[in-house]
């Protein structure tokens, strides 16, 4: 299906493709930088706003916009929207019996040691523990709640550069679990954290400077990529249904330049 295009107050066009609608739901390939759920009101554009002047006629005659698993502004990719109160339950009874399952493209600093590797390790807010100068940062605690990603080397590079030689490699990350940045604070903890991570990266303060500042030349020279380089490419029902999203062009351009 074309993609759809939407014009949000500022008359900036916000493109994301619609891979799969019935009349009980809608998948969405939702683009970088487009935030999921408004967070203040006359905010930037949302995914969430955007549908529900979409699907206006369908909220009038008793629908409405329920978004099932909310992707990170940064993060793109597959996102599966209800469109009725029956359908947004029995999404929510799928993921409570871990039917839903999902898939993402990841690529991170370096070359793992492993080519599998299960994280099992606890997520709690990294405030609650210790001083953290951003207050959704997450971390590995024993107090937290339970969190599991299973993780596969897809492909491993080279980057030549001023600097010396770099290494990156592409992972599949599958999350039994759905913990706020999980598979970000998960491949944080092995060493291989996701280029272009603001937060779990190499330094935090990066993504402070980037709140001050915006996007500059030195922080493209540090994190190499505006947004961190995570992808939902694959959500499926056990035994019904499966839908796919390939990389999109700037995890695609990266990875070619490598």
């Known amino acids: 299906m074309a993609a759809t295009v939407v014009e949000n107050a500022n008359n900036i066009s916000r493109h994301f493709r619609i891979v799969d609608e019935t009349d009980d739901y809608v998948v969405i390939d939702k683009p970088p930088f487009l935030l999921a759920h408004p967070t203040k009101a006359n905010g930037p554009a949302t995914l969430w706003k955007e549908l529900r002047e979409l699907f206006a006629f369908e909220i009038a005659n008793g629908g409405q916009v329920s978004i099932v698993n909310r992707l990170d502004r940064e993060t793109s990719g597959l996102v599966l929207v209800a469109k009725t109160t029956a359908a947004a339950r029995r999404f929510g009874m799928l993921m ?5 399952k999902k898939e993402y ?5 370096g070359w793992p040691e492993w080519e ?3 994280v099992d390790a606890p997520l709690d807010r990294q405030g609650k523990h210790r001083p953290s100068a951003i207050w959704l940062k997450q971390t590995i605690d024993p107090a937290g709640a339970a969190a599991q990603t299973d993780f596969r080397v897809e492909r491993r590079f080279n980057k030549s550069g001023s600097s010396g030689e770099n290494r990156f490699s592409l992972i ?3 999350p039994f679990t759905g913990r706020t940045h999980q598979i970000r604070v998960h491949l944080s903890s092995t060493g291989h954290p996701i280029v272009g991570d603001k937060i779990y990266g190499s330094d935090e303060q990066l993504y402070l400077r980037f ?3 915006g996007w500059t ?3 493209e020279r540090q994190l190499l990529l ?7 490419t694959k959500l499926a029902i056990d035994g019904e249904i499966e839908w796919n999203s390939p990389l999109p062009a700037d995890l695609v351009d990266f990875a070619n330049a490598l």
């Not at 409570?96 to 839903?100: E, G, K, V």
């Not at 493209?105 to 600093?109: D, G, H, K, M, S």
């Open 116 to 118: 599998l590797k299960v």
């Open 172 to 174: 599949r990350a599958v």
């Open 105 to 109: 493209l990841a690529i991170v600093w």
């Open 217 to 219: 030349p030195e922080l």
């Open 96 to 100: 409570q019996q871990r039917r839903l």
């Open 226 to 232: 505006s947004r961190h380089a995570l992808h939902s």
């Open 211 to 213: 709140i001050q500042t």
